[in-house]
């Protein structure tokens, strides 16, 4: 999980340099993977993740990626 966070950090880095509203992006997804998945969570300095296994044999997965805050006299 925290390849996956590290790797929208590096694909997300030029939409935050280029547009200072967005604090962060919530990319989710859901699948039939066709087997059972294990919940899994997991973070870095540059986001949150977790999968979670859903009834039906499908699963959600969501990560949080946040813009990395700069605040003056701190």
Known sequence: MAAKIIALDDLLDPLFAEYAHPLGVVVASAS???G???DET???SAG???RGALPGS???ESIIVHRRLVVPNN
Do not use: Y
Request: proline share 7%.
């Open 32 to 34: 039939m993977p066709g």
């Open 36 to 38: 059972s998945i294990a």
């Open 42 to 44: 997991g973070q870095t």
């Open 48 to 50: 949150f993740g977790l």
């Open 58 to 60: 499908r699963m959600r």
